[in-house]
């Protein structure tokens, strides 16, 4: 079945080191998610992309989905130590309608003030 | 911001009982989902519910689960005879069309 991989399982930085994450899919995908979970807390979606090639800002995030929308990638520039938390790629499997999302194994961001 | 709602947010159980887990999605939302996800670990489908019937679930959920949606508002998860395994947080999540999941704050189910 369809898999979703993220890499790397976790990322230690200091405040105000960048930070990426990927994702990679074994099949082809019509979207895929992000999604932030703090510590404690529940996934919260952060984006979706569509496009083939498409890239998405929010403020200091940036989203890029690959040409072949089989990959995906968060970057987060000059981390914050509210950015801390795990960083979930999801992307849709099944009919259109009824589709469940597939999860990555996520990124666990960690950040030294 | 509308909300998914669920509760119990911590519930403790011995091997073998019932458990309800409950889920109050957003009202305009057409498609609602479980989850769990064991501690550390990523955030694993369980089954998915559209237009008053299952759409798909997973191989996680066997004969022990099952979910219902009552009165057009409350969503359960009822889990008939609990095992050590089960332990998890449950996640309930909704959503309206093609867009991002809204995912409750969870319940974490303790089997003892």
């Known amino acids: 079945g369809q898999q979703v991989m993220q890499i790397p399982q976790y ?8 930070f990426t994450t990927y994702c990679n899919s074994s099949t082809t ?3 895929i ?33 690959g040409e072949a929308k089989k990959n995906s990638s968060l970057h987060i520039t000059a981390t914050q130590t509210t950015d801390v938390g795990t960083y ?11 589709q469940k999302l597939v999860f990555g194994q996520g990124t666990r961001l960690t950040i030294n003030p | 911001e ?7 947010s911590h519930q403790v159980t ?22 769990r996800q064991i501690l550390g670990q990523k955030v694993e489908f369980l089954v998915s519910f559209y237009n008053n019937e299952i759409s798909e679930k997973s191989e996680i959920f066997d004969d022990q689960f099952s979910v219902e949606r009552p009165d057009g508002s409350n ?11 089960d ?19 969870g319940t974490r189910l303790t089997v003892v």
């Open chain 1, 33 to 65: 998610q992000w999604y932030k979970q703090r510590p404690g807390g529940h996934p919260v979606f952060l984006i979706q992309l569509v496009k083939s090639g498409e890239v998405k800002k929010q403020k200091r995030l940036t989203f890029q989905f």
């Open chain 1, 88 to 98: 979930f790629c999801a992307g849709p499997r099944g009919i259109q309608g009824a």
């Open chain 2, 87 to 105: 332990s998890a947080m449950y996640f309930c999540a909704s959503r309206r069309f093609s867009y991002g999941y809204t995912f409750g704050s």
């Open chain 1, 11 to 18: 990322q230690h930085v200091q405040e105000g080191e960048d």
């Open chain 2, 14 to 35: 011995q091997m073998g009982q019932e458990v309800i887990l409950r889920c109050v999605p957003i009202s305009n939302h057409l498609y609602f989902y479980w989850y």
């Open chain 1, 29 to 31: 995908l019509s979207n």
């Open chain 2, 75 to 85: 969503f359960t998860l009822k889990i008939r005879s609990t095992k050590l395994e």
């Open chain 2, 2 to 8: 509308p909300e998914v709602t669920q509760t119990p």
